[in-house]
């Protein structure tokens, strides 16, 4: 693995600093709340949780187990510091850890001692992608993994912050992400940002974890977190969960809220889950989802969406699923179809080989449409949000070659085409993408219907490649561009393994089909059961 840079360098002392910080301040449920009523007499804590103990635990295991008074959000919160302090100068999965998640962690302990769980996630350590706003005022920064937005300041927590604040949920920091969410240039290593370092794959350190929440998915696959919150335009939730061997759910666009979002494109953008198990993605998006009148996006919710979502174990009984195998480049990653396909069979699903179709259409037309959606979203939050920052793309683009460490490993020739790109009411981009979208949601819809399908399946991932960085990403394939191009859900699950290598499985369908992919994806987990705790090794060679 490369040498550290004097950035990572600066990041890795200040995280340090951050979780000694933490570590040191609360550690017991506050004394008296806000409204001087007594909480229960402090307790000595238990032995704070160990790595295994972490990596089992689900949110419904939490819940019962906080209500029973065997465990506390302060306990909780305090193993998972732990735990980023054992392991994450290896990782470089934390970009930031939040100095006052045990005070939140408190703060939930009395709530629920006062007036019981406000949600499911009550107490509960979320980790955020760090292009996800937290208000100025909290410690804890909103960068995009670049040093131009270090001074940045937003005025208010994103909107889906904001619901997780309200749901209970402790945020114990920021994870470390794909610079720009990897749409700075052709020839960036997916996992390494200016401010955050290069995060690795949390199975082989020398691995790449995929991008762009690169942190969130080896995050959150170290248990450094009990859930973590992505951001996917195209692959960037189910990518870095496959490779990290997790579960990532890429909402129906619209369902969360971009608000506050650092973005690409407003056709593409949604953020969404990361977890061990399918169960803790779906209780965080209960919580996630919702109106937003920052994002006029979320009014398109349908009235009869769920607000919770119920998940079958047997879902996959009597499906039938169209299998899209793609053409791999990997006789490993083909095998684990395979014995995808055989899982569906003795789950009682009826697989149903398809071969998608007007992908030509969406490949033609889906990356000139989001360089020109991204210099208008970008120019957009750059201008709403308080700081000393750029004020533009342009002004990025200027920042970046006067910086010394930005353009260290790769260029920017994404931003550059993007700057040069139409505007968004040009005639050639309003067709660009009404190609690419009405093509990704024919692809899908019509494969569905003609076949009679609950569901699509894809293999999510190759074995992730051994990083070089600044000479790109070795992607051998992708599953993900017909939902995120059509704007439908997918949800990833671990599938097998090559060697300690995780492969996924993806599941996807048409829009706001959110509960059915994740009980089609709870049921395949429930019926193979494959995921493994990582080791963190440190190279399996070439």
Known sequence: MPAPSASTASRRS???????????????????????????????????????????????????????????????TLSYLARIREVDDELHAVLAVNPLALLEAARSDLRRHLQGPRSALEGVPVLLKDNIDVAAGRPLPTTAGSRALLRS?????????????????????????????????TNSSSGWSAVGGLTANAHV???????????????????????AIGTETDGSIVCPAGANGV???????????????????????????????VVDAALTLAVLQGFDG??????????????????????????????????????????ITEQ????????????????????????ENEFPALLAEFKRDINAYLAETPGRHPADLAGLIEFNEADPVELEFFGQELFELAQAAPSTDDPVYLAQREAATSAARAAIDETLAVHELDAIMAPTNSPAWVTTLGEGDAFLFGSS?????????????????????????????????????????????QATDVRVQPELVPTIGP
């Open 14 to 76: 200040r995280l340090r600093i951050a979780l000694a910080f933490t570590l040191l301040t609360v550690a017991a449920p506050l004394a008296v709340s806000d409204r001087g009523l007594a909480a229960p007499p402090a307790q000595r804590l238990p032995a704070i949780l160990t790595a295994g103990e972490l990596d089992a635990l689900t949110i419904p295991d939490i819940q019962e187990r906080m209500s029973a008074g065997q465990l506390s959000s302060t306990t909780l």
């Open 153 to 185: 300041r937003p005025a208010d927590d994103a909107g889906l912050v904001k619901r997780l604040r309200a749901a209970g949920a402790v945020i114990i920091g920021k994870a470390n992400l794909s610079e720009w969410a990897n749409f700075r240039s």
């Open 205 to 227: 350190l020398d691995r790449n974890p995929c991008g762009s929440s690169s942190g969130s998915g080896a995050g959150v696959a170290a248990s450094l977190a009990q859930v």
């Open 247 to 277: 579960v990532g759910h890429k909402p129906t666009l619209g369902l969360v809220s971009r608000a506050g979002v650092v973005p690409i494109s407003a056709e593409q953008d949604t953020a969404g889950p990361m977890a061990r198990h």
């Open 294 to 335: 920052d994002d006029p996006t979320t009014g398109a919710i349908p009235p009869d969406q769920p607000s919770e979502y119920a998940l079958d174990p047997i879902a996959l009984d009597g499906a039938r699923i169209g299998v899209w195998r793609l053409e791999t480049g990997s006789p490993e990653t083909d095998a």
């Open 340 to 363: 995808a396909v055989d899982a569906l069979v003795a789950a009682g699903a009826t697989p149903v080989d398809v071969a998608l179709p007007y992908l030509d259409v969406v490949d």
């Open 481 to 525: 561009s017909p939902a995120a191009v059509s704007g439908y859900p997918n949800v990833t699950v671990p599938a097998g393994f090559v060697g300690p290598l995780p492969v996924g499985m993806s599941f996807f369908s048409t829009a706001w089909a959110d509960g059915d992919v994740l009980s089609l994806a709870y049921a395949f987990e």
